[in-house]
């Protein structure tokens, strides 16, 4: 067995395709947003640390066929120095043996680059075998909460929209004809200065739901526009914005992943969602991927409104293998500990 490094875009989706068509996380596309994201904020000291290697794309391969690709960032946090695989590594086929090969060669390259620890997050079912497989190897379910989509709500799209109309919840079927009724516009755009307002709304949203804005938003649009596959939608009622979402096209899945929204008795959201979704059907996708919601039983979790508006469009929920960490070095205490008061403290 041997591990190379992958150059070409092609062999890398074709992979992912084949064998994890949900790992948006390990696309090619989002390695080129994380690059960019780090290389547009960097000053100063950050420069410095830019001239170093912070992401790899390995491929796994037995007798030169290739069997598993795992995309590797460097994170320079202040919690600690780690390797994060989001939503990897794949593999064509989980073997005891291809995931030792690959752990060796992680855990070598994390101690090259003074990492505390590696943190994997396939996705991978929850499932008492997969548990298994990873305490075998001496992992640490890590202690941050459920992220990257691990526990979603999804959406099949495989029915007549009347159909979907049908299932949902009754009061966001008759929300979605209200906005209608109502005039409530929905906006698709590929125009990066529309993506501006969002940026506006979307720190508005931050600021007012008390959560960190995610990093990299304007990387993440033109990387994937490249490609096709994401789409902004805005909700305007009388020509003012209330409403915003970006929506990545991936594979066979169409993500709700960034979302901002002002205060308002108007059901935009729910317009603009249903608007998404038969923009998926149209694109030929197999489902509408809601992303993270809260465990039922957590009561005070920061997700849990916009868990219940997520579950008001029918569908089904899907639970992955939480994030596993591997120790390199004894900070990795440290880290342990900060993660999980931060996850105490905010409710998750």
């Not at 600690?80 to 043996?97: A, D, Q």
């Not at 992992?139 to 159909?163: N, R, V």
């Not at 009561?299 to 390199?328: S, V």
Request: aromatic share 14%.
């Amino acid at each position: 067995m041997k591990i190379r490094d992958i150059t070409n875009k092609q062999i890398w989706e074709k992979f992912i395709t084949n064998y994890a068509p949900q790992s948006l996380f390990q696309s090619w596309n989002w390695g080129e947003t994380v690059k960019k994201a780090k290389s547009s904020k960097s000053s100063g000291r950050d420069r410095q640390e830019l001239k170093e290697k912070s992401l790899w794309r390995f491929g796994v391969y037995d007798k030169n066929n290739l069997i598993g690709v795992a995309q590797a960032e460097k994170i320079n946090a202040k919690r600690g120095v780690f390797l994060h695989l989001r939503h990897g590594p794949i593999f064509s086929f989980w073997k005891r043996e291809y995931l030792d090969f690959l752990l060796q060669y992680l855990k070598r390259l994390g101690k090259k680059e003074n990492a505390f620890f590696i943190r994997i997050s396939p996705l991978l079912a929850n499932s008492p075998e997969n548990q298994k497989l990873f305490k075998q190897f001496r992992f640490i379910t890590a202690p941050i909460h459920s992220m990257d989509g691990e526990k979603c709500w999804i959406l099949d799209l495989d029915k007549d929209k009347e159909i979907i109309l049908g299932s949902m919840r009754k009061t966001t079927r008759y929300l979605i004809r209200q906005a209608e009724k109502i005039g409530v516009r929905i906006v698709r755009s590929t125009n990066v200065k529309d993506l501006d307002k969002f940026l506006i709304l979307y720190r508005k949203t931050a600021s007012r739901q008390q959560f960190v804005p995610h990093k990299g938003i304007f990387e993440e649009f033109t990387e994937f526009l490249a490609d096709g596959q994401i789409l902004l939608f805005s909700g305007f009622y009388k020509e003012e914005l209330l409403a915003a979402a970006l929506i990545i096209f991936y594979n066979n899945q169409a993500i709700y992943h960034h979302s901002a929204s002002t205060e308002s008795k108007i059901p935009v959201n729910n317009l603009l969602i249903w608007e998404a979704i038969l923009e998926a059907k149209k694109r030929g996708k197999k489902m509408f991927n809601f992303w993270g919601i809260a465990p039922e039983e957590k009561q005070r979790h920061p997700w849990r409104g916009l868990t219940q508006f997520k579950k008001g469009f029918g569908g089904r929920e899907i639970e992955y293998l939480h994030a596993q960490d591997i120790p390199l070095s004894p900070l990795y205490c440290a880290t342990y500990f900060i993660e999980w008061c931060r996850r105490m403290w905010k409710g998750y």
